[in-house]
Every structure is written in structure tokens, then in C-alpha cells.
């Protein structure tokens, strides 16, 4: 699936890009706000350059798109391409989810 | 106190990012860090994320984006320059010609070292193939008595390319002390090479004299007996010089003219290897 490569080549920033891509999925958000949303549902820290290098390879990819600035915070909103791929990706990671549990049934409890 | 870092190093840190990336990210970054308190970790992060712009500098954000960028505070020097992405042609010529002007100035800066380096190299290049100071072949035994038959019998061989004589040391002793020898083959350490350049000021030393088997220097006078050892008279201050010399399987007999003995001081005739059948002060009669 072409989604798949798309975020599957990010390397280091595959991570912090699905919880970018998440924290969209629920609204546009301008940088602050994704880092807050982040923080609150995973209770991961992103800093800011990784942020916005997160933000510049999804965007590149066609994954969100940029909105009017709104003072100097500009929101960021999830593209059609960007629902598809973080859906694909939370199949996959649902699959193998299961795949683990039919495996560790000790641990599903 | 320096729980987190002043805001100047933070805008420093901004600033480290490439120039079409800050157009683009550098005021939602700046008002990011100030909204938030940004701390070291956030710093350092940010510098990553700097390296990680440059490096990939295709990530530079395209022009197309361009209508939904605020407009700039800072007033940009031509009208139509977009705030990044492609620029026009006129800012373009002028930064290509400063760049090219420093570029021919590296180059030319670089050419000169080169040559520079090169000459240096080339200087310390052995230069001598062959000739004087170089490895010299006279030819076998056979060939210099061929040539000059009474080598056998001592007389000097001169060899002209290598300025020097090669001398059949038994040979050349006997005829000295009167007792003439015949010494058809001698090996290569019975053979002795003297450079003809006197010692003293340089001069071409001549052929032995016929009475007293000695060489006489016609500059001023400076003698030496038949294996070179400097005798009496004249100013040199020691014997001639030697250049090594050896015969290779082919039975060639090659004076290499690159490794120089300096011959010995003069200490008197109680130093001499050789004592010939004259006093101690005979010149030849030049």
C-alpha cells in the first residue's frame, strides 16, 4: 500500500510522525497544540525541531496540509491521504497487535 | 538559574536552520518556543532538527505554498521575490557573480598551492639517470685491458663519463715500488676508483707521472701517491676521493659515482696504506 511506504520511510521520525498524524486526526491543530495533544494521549515529549521536521516530511508527503495562519500559529489539518495512510498504519499495527496476544495469552489479561 | 535557555540562544538555534526553511517554519517555530517553555532538552532538540533541514535540504518547503504565507514584516529587496522557493533571476546574477568571484579566488588560491607543491616534490626528485652522480659501467675486465693493456700492469685506467681513475691496486702498488706485476684480473676489491677533482680547490688531476708513479695536481701542486693518499706537497688538505665501485654478475665493472669516500686526512707518511719507492716529498716535475 502506497500510504505505507509513505510513512514507513521516515526512519527515526516514523514514531513522532503517527502520534503528529493521530493528534490531527481529531482536528486541525497549529504546533503548540499538537505538542500538548501529543503529550496528553501518549505522554510522549516532541521538541520542536522534531516537530517541525515531522511536520515538513508529512507535508512533503502530501499527508497534511497547512491552513491560513492565524496570527503566527498556523494549523495543520489531516489530508484525505493522511486519514488513509494512518488508518492502513493502525490496521497494521492492530494486526499485529493480535498477532502478539494469540501468541502471549499470559499477558492478555 | 540556568534551568532553561535565555531566548537569545533559543533564536540562535532558529537561526541555524537553512534560510528557505525559516521563511517558511521560523515564525510558528519562534512563536512555538515562546509559548512554550522551552527547555535544554527542546534546545538541543532543536539544533537536531537544524542538521536534520540542512541535510535535507529537499524538504525545503516548495513555492506553491507561497499564497498562504503571512505577509513578511521585513521588507524584500525585489518586489517579486516570493518570500522562498524560486527566485528571480536579478538577486540570482548578483549572488552567482560574488559567489563565482570567490570561487575563482579559491581556485586560483588552490592552483598556486598545487604548483607550489608540485615544484617542491619535483625539486626533491632524484634527477641523475646516469653520467657523473649516477651509477657509471666502464665495461668487464676484459674490455679495459683491451683497451689499455698495462692496466694489468698497474697504470691507471682513466674513464673519461666518470672522471676518475680505476686503479688495479696490486698492479698499481708493485709498479709503484718498481716491481712491475701483472694483475690480469683482479676481483672488485682489488680495485680502487680515485675522482679525478682534486680535493683542494677542484682542479682535473692528471695522468700519473711516468718517473715517480705519483700523481702531481697542476694547480698547486698537491701529490698524490698511486692509491690517492695524499703526500707532502701541495695544499690539499686529504688524500683524493674515492666513489664506490663493484662488479655486477655480468662482469661489468660500474663505478657508482653517488657514493663518495672523502679521502683520508693528511697525518704524515707513518699514516700512509701505501709507501712507494720515493721520498716523502717528491713531486712529479710538472
Given at each position: 500500500m502506497p500510504n505505507d511506504q509513505l510513512i514507513g520511510d521516515?526512519?527515526?521520525f516514523a514514531e513522532p510522525a503517527l502520534l503528529v498524524l493521530v493528534s490531527l486526526s481529531s482536528g486541525p491543530k497549529h504546533g503548540y497544540a499538537i505538542m500538548s495533544d501529543v503529550a496528553s494521549f501518549s505522554g510522549t515529549r516532541i521538541g520542536p525541531g522534531t516537530l517541525y521536521a515531522v511536520l515538513a516530511r508529512l507535508e512533503q508527503r502530501g499527508l497534511i496540509e497547512p491552513l491560513e495562519a492565524n496570527e503566527r500559529r498556523r494549523p495543520y489539518r489531516l489530508t484525505d491521504g493522511g486519514a488513509a495512510s494512518l488508518d492502513a498504519q493502525l490496521r497494521e499495527m492492530d494486526r499485529l497487535m493480535r498477532a502478539a496476544r494469540l501468541r502471549l495469552p499470559d499477558l492478555s489479561g | 538559574m540556568f534551568a532553561q535557555p535565555s531566548a537569545p540562544l533559543v533564536r540562535l538555534a532558529v537561526r541555524a536552520y537553512p534560510r528557505a526553511w525559516r521563511r517558511r517554519y521560523g515564525v510558528e517555530i519562534q512563536s512555538l518556543v515562546v509559548d512554550r517553555q522551552v527547555s535544554w532538552a527542546d534546545l538541543f532538540d532543536l539544533v537536531l532538527g537544524a542538521f536534520d533541514a540542512r541535510l535535507h535540504s529537499q524538504l525545503a518547503p516548495r513555492p506553491a505554498l507561497a499564497a498562504i504565507l503571512p505577509a513578511r514584516s521585513v521588507p524584500v529587496p525585489s518586489p517579486a521575490l516570493p518570500a522562498y522557493g524560486a527566485m528571480p533571476s536579478a538577486p540570482v546574477a548578483v549572488q552567482t557573480r560574488r559567489a563565482f568571484l570567490r570561487r575563482m579566488l579559491g581556485a586560483g588560491i588552490a592552483l598556486v598551492s598545487l604548483e607550489f607543491l608540485g615544484g617542491s616534490l619535483a625539486f626533491f626528485w632524484p634527477q641523475i639517470r646516469g653520467g657523473l652522480g649516477g651509477k657509471i659501467a666502464v665495461g668487464t675486465i676484459a674490455d679495459i685491458l683491451a683497451r689499455q693493456p698495462d692496466f694489468a700492469t698497474g697504470w691507471p685506467y682513466s674513464h673519461p663519463p666518470a672522471r676518475a681513475f680505476l686503479i688495479n691496486v696490486p698492479a698499481a702498488e708493485a709498479l709503484a715500488l718498481g716491481l712491475p706485476t701483472s694483475v690480469p684480473n683482479p676481483t672488485a676489491d682489488q680495485l680502487l676508483v680515485l675522482w679525478r677533482k682534486c680535493p683542494h680547490l677542484g682542479c682535473q688531476v692528471p695522468e700519473l707521472c711516468d718517473d715517480l708513479k705519483r700523481f702531481t695536481c697542476r694547480c698547486h701542486g698537491s701529490t698524490y701517491n698511486i692509491l690517492g693518499e695524499k703526500l707532502k706537497n701541495g695544499p690539499a688538505a686529504r688524500g683524493m676521493d674515492r666513489f664506490a665501485v663493484s662488479i655486477n654478475a655480468d662482469g661489468v665493472v660500474v663505478i657508482d659515482s653517488s657514493q663518495i669516500t672523502a679521502g683520508a686526512l693528511?697525518?704524515?707518511?707513518?699514516?700512509?696504506?701505501f709507501t712507494d719507492a720515493h721520498p716523502w716529498d717528491a713531486v712529479c716535475p710538472y
Open positions: 521516515l526512519g527515526r | 693528511e697525518r704524515g707518511p707513518d699514516h700512509l696504506v
